[in-house]
């Protein structure tokens, strides 16, 4: 052998030994690269996330899922779920029935365990019986119709209150500014009509009248002949049961018109835009808001990491989406494993899990047991809590 060759057999022996080159030092058992720490991971549990993040709910579609990373980055730094990662997988409802259809299609055939999500609860509705018939645990976060639990085929779960919760607050606040007859304006999709005619039916029950019943078209720009009609009606408030984009114009053209009575909006209007939108208009507008974290004294810690992960404030649903996703875990972590029924089981059974919102404790429905609406109002341009 030439001293050439013998040179390269040697170091050939010694690369393949690990004397030197690139081999990689063994890792601590237990740790993750460098021996920093971070949970090894045996397998993957995959999520779905159903929410808007196209069309006109889409801030708020966005807002859900940014909340829903934080709590899974959470969950994946104390060791994921059942010694497994946790990844998710987005599908897009559009806050659209038929998008809503095509989303809960795709992550039912991407065989998730469970899904988180639904905004709207028009493009949510329909997506029940996808997921029912697939067997896939949902644990809606935001849509609260209360047709989501007359629909309900038993596998969906809500954690935003349901309309009568919302219809109650709603007739506590407008009798709490002396009202006794009311306007009501929905724009007959499943959540806001729904959540007129519970209005409507608690408000008539308790001896008040309802002066006024419109529907309006999404996307309406003209509500002139509405302004007039409720003027003319003789309310002495307005509850706006829908969006917050066509909300704002209409509380705008409502105070332009000279109605100078109370104004609330729901809590598909809880969003500071329609402040921005409506301008001066704005001001003193109360709404029954599902429990933004800017009043949890819980959710501080939230706060901080939402803003320093995505350089603005959280929205009114970041809370709840923040909390669903850990629920779930809890949920997953009960049930010992990715089984359908068994997840289902466990949410079932879930008692006082303690939340940024609250705790929560299901009804035999599968809807919350107490209420978690608050009231706020408009002023100075943001939303404070109603005193």
């Not at 920093?36 to 801030?59: C, H, N, R």
């Not at 608050?374 to 809590?385: H, M, N, Q, S, Y």
């Amino acid at each position: 052998m030439t001293k050439r060759l013998w040179i390269l057999t040697l170091a050939v022996i010694l690369i393949a030994s690990g004397v030197f080159g690139c081999t990689q030092p063994t890792e601590p058992e237990g740790e993750g690269p460098e021996g920093s720490g971070a949970p090894q991971f045996d397998g993957e549990i995959l999520i779905g996330v159903m929410v808007p993040v196209t069309g006109s709910e889409a801030t708020y579609g966005k807002d859900m899922e940014n909340a829903i990373k934080i709590a899974v980055d959470e969950i994946n730094a104390a060791g994921g779920l059942l010694g497994k990662e946790v990844k998710l997988t987005l599908g897009d409802d559009g806050c659209d029935p038929q998008m809503g259809s095509a989303a809960a299609s795709k992550l039912v055939s991407s065989e998730v365990a469970a899904v988180l999500g639904g905004y709207c609860s028009g493009a949510t509705i329909p997506t029940l019986k996808i997921y029912g018939d697939a067997k896939v645990p949902f644990v809606i976060i935001a849509a609260n119709s209360t047709q989501l639990i007359a629909e309900n085929p038993g596998w969906s779960f809500m954690i935003n209150s349901p309309g009568y919760h919302q219809a109650n607050a709603a007739a506590d606040c407008f009798e709490d500014f002396g009202s006794t007859k009311l306007a009501l304006v929905h724009q007959g999709d499943g959540f806001s009509e729904d959540l007129a005619n519970l209005t409507r039916q608690e408000w008539e029950k308790r001896g008040n009248q309802v002066v006024a019943y419109d529907v309006v078209n999404k996307g309406e720009q003209d509500f002139s002949s509405l302004v007039t009609k409720i003027k003319s009606s003789g309310a002495q408030g307005v509850y706006w049961t829908a969006y917050h984009a066509d909300g704002a114009l209409l509380i705008r053209q409502l105070r332009q018109g000279g109605f100078t009575g109370d104004i609330v909006v729901a809590d598909g209007s809880s969003s500071v835009q329609l402040l921005e939108i409506a301008g001066q208009a704005g001001e003193g507008v109360y709404c029954t808001s599902p429990p933004v974290v800017d009043f949890l004294p819980a959710a501080k810690e939230f706060i901080a990491k939402y803003n320093d992960k995505y350089g603005q404030q959280p929205g009114p649903y970041s809370g709840l989406a923040y909390d669903g996703a850990h629920l779930l875990a809890d949920a997953i972590k009960r049930a010992g494993s990715t089984d359908s029924d068994a997840i289902r089981e466990a949410l079932e059974t879930t008692d006082e899990f303690q939340t940024l919102s609250g705790t929560i404790t299901f009804t035999p429905e599968k809807v919350l047991e107490k209420s978690n609406f608050i009231i706020i109002k408009g002023e100075g341009g943001k939303w404070v809590l109603a005193e």
